[in-house]
């Protein structure tokens, strides 16, 4: 399952934390600049940061090619910090408000460990990846603490992801002497692992605070966990490259099973919503 540690999670509440106090310091007075209730329909703009998440690559199903990992074998690492930028638009029932959330990250690094047997103690991996998700959520508004109104909300939909550039490196084998050998002048033997897009269920869970900013706009802070479904590899050709005796250079194409690992992430949010 994935986590972000703790230290990164004590960091994250007392951020939260601070900005969630900051805000409840706001003067009541500000109420009465919330939107007037005669705009029903919303657009919001937002950024969010998203904390680092755990994920873990395994073998996926048979397609009839070989499996890159084997029973125990897997790649596991962080997907580090990085921000996505959301766009919405939204329509209010009263207290409660429909919105339909894209929402598009950065490139994000993975960089993690396999541990394959001969690849001995050291096994850096690395790859990038990027995703566009878009959900149909629903927020309900409840209870105020001076200007401030705190929501809670929900979404179902779909992420679609791009994994690329993933090489798992062998600078420290078993067996120095082996078919992980490295080259004559410190080259290190690498596996390239196909790129792949895809698709995948996700949802989402959110909970945060709105603050009017007088006129016709309110702004949004909150925490959402996303459960963004499974990211991977593709079937297709890895490139193994290996150094011979001589210290010539081999590489060696070999068709491989997909390979996945569950993708959820933790985010502190602002969004800016604004009633046309």
């Avoid at 790859?127 to 200007?147: I, T």
């Avoid at 925490?223 to 890895?238: S, W």
């Amino acid at each position: 399952m994935t986590h972000i540690d703790n230290r990164h999670r004590i960091a994250a509440l007392r951020g939260l934390l601070l900005g969630l106090g900051c805000l409840s310091a706001a003067p009541p007075s500000i109420a009465a600049q919330a939107p007037n209730g005669n705009s029903r329909i919303s657009l919001t703009l937002g950024i969010a940061a998203v904390l680092p998440a755990d994920v873990r690559f395994v073998d996926g199903d048979d397609a009839g090619e070989a499996a890159l990992y084997g029973a125990d074998q897997f790649d596991a690492g962080t997907v580090g910090v990085g921000l996505e930028y959301g766009l919405a638009a939204g329509y209010r029932f009263g207290a409660f408000r429909a919105q339909v959330d894209l929402g598009i990250t950065g490139r994000f690094t993975y960089e993690g460990h396999s541990n394959y047997a001969p690849g001995g103690p050291v096994q850096p991996t690395e790859a990038r990846v990027k995703a566009r998700r878009l959900l149909l959520s629903g927020f309900y508004e409840f209870g105020a603490l001076g200007a401030v109104r705190s929501w809670v909300g929900a979404g179902l939909g779909a992420n679609r992801y791009h994994l690329t550039d993933y090489i798992q490196r062998f600078p420290n084998p078993v067996d120095p002497s082996g078919h992980l050998r490295g080259g004559p002048n410190g080259e290190v033997p690498y596996t390239a692992l196909p790129s792949s897009t895809g698709h995948s269920f996700a949802w989402a869970l959110a909970a945060g605070l709105t603050v009017p900013l007088g006129g016709d706009a309110l702004l949004d802070f909150g925490y959402r966990y996303t459960d963004a479904g499974r990211i991977g590899t593709a079937i297709g050709d890895i490139e193994v490259v290996r150094y011979n005796e001589d210290g010539s250079r081999r590489r060696l194409p070999l068709t491989i099973n997909p390979t996945i690992a569950d993708l959820r992430f933790h985010s502190l949010t602002a969004t800016l919503r604004w009633f046309p």
